[in-house]
């Protein structure tokens, strides 16, 4: 027996004083009603109502129930809006900033269809950790090395033309006497990769290979970096997604072939993250312009 409608129905006629009106009250056919407090009169061992005359009045024993009842159909109500407001309780989500609109959307729109109202919020990789840190945001798309990622994201090279070869190597960067006043090319770091596990090997790199100090650099911001490159010679570390989006050709590092984006979720309660990387893991990893999928 469903306790709850049996209640409800008990609730409905005992406050219409009538079977037919309190089953219409209570959107449900006479008959079903009848069943119901039948079911409950059943239950508790006892009658609810007086059926011997015309109009329908509560029994003693009736009376003594009816404010539970009340109580208990009042709270599965306020069970029932609680749902309904937690369902649609915006679930923010930090993201990288270098997410583009477009795979943004189709990542909310597919998180509409698991009845998450999600709220994308970009940011840089330290404003995201401090988000998610003091709980601003019910996760986080943090940037953490390769190895201890659920997301991986390949990096290489891009520039206005089009390489000859399948890697694109910083050896041919350096600068030699035969090259006299001619400008440096550099590298650009943009600021979703200014994080050690990104960072450090292309700037240890430039040193092992005798590169300028300046010919890799940190922009601030991925516009500053993709105007370098399109009106120069210059390079973008970056995903081969961004390359396409800014009509750039892209090779992976000849050096650092492995070199990748790490990606995890860090949220305040394990519900959300594993929301997050189970429900919306391919959805995440099409908005980060992930080509490889890495075990969960």
Do not use: K, N
């Not at 000849?254 to 959300?272: K, M, N």
Request: net charge positive; hydrophobic share 50%.
């Amino acid at each position: 027996m469903d306790l709850v409608a049996a209640c409800r129905a008990f609730v409905a006629v005992s406050g219409y004083a009538s079977f037919t009106a309190g089953a219409a009250a209570a959107h449900i056919p006479q008959s079903v009603a009848s069943r119901r407090i039948a079911a409950l009169e059943r239950h508790f061992g006892a009658r609810l109502f007086d059926r011997s005359t015309r109009t329908v009045t509560l029994t003693p024993f009736g009376r003594d129930m009816l404010p539970s009842a009340r109580r208990l159909v009042d709270l599965a109500e306020a069970m029932e809006h609680a749902a309904v407001r937690a369902r649609l309780r915006p679930f923010r989500l930090a993201v990288p900033a270098v997410c583009a609109p477009r795979a943004l959307a189709r990542l909310v729109a597919q998180a509409r269809r698991h009845e998450l109202l999600l709220e994308a919020h970009p940011a840089e990789p330290a404003e995201r950790a401090e988000l998610a840190r003091v709980l601003e945001v019910r996760a986080a798309l943090v940037a953490v090395p390769p190895a201890e990622a659920t997301w991986r994201v390949p990096l290489g090279l891009a520039g206005r033309a089009e390489p000859a070869l399948p890697a694109l190597y910083l050896e041919t960067l350096r600068v030699g006497r035969a090259d006299g006043e001619a400008p440096a090319r550099r590298v650009w770091i943009q600021p979703e990769d200014d994080v050690p596990h990104v960072r450090d090997p292309v700037m240890r790199l430039r040193d092992a290979l005798g590169l300028r100090p300046g010919q890799v650099r940190v922009a601030a911001s991925l516009v500053a970096a993709a105007a370098e490159v399109l009106g120069s010679a210059d390079l973008l570390l970056c995903s081969q997604l961004q390359a396409a989006e800014l009509g750039l050709h892209w090779r992976p590092v000849g050096e650092l072939a492995t070199a990748a984006r790490g990606y995890r979720i860090a949220a305040g309660r394990r519900e959300d993250a594993d929301a997050v990387r189970t429900l919306l893991h391919a959805a995440v990893r099409r908005c980060l312009g992930g080509v490889e999928e890495v075990a969960r």
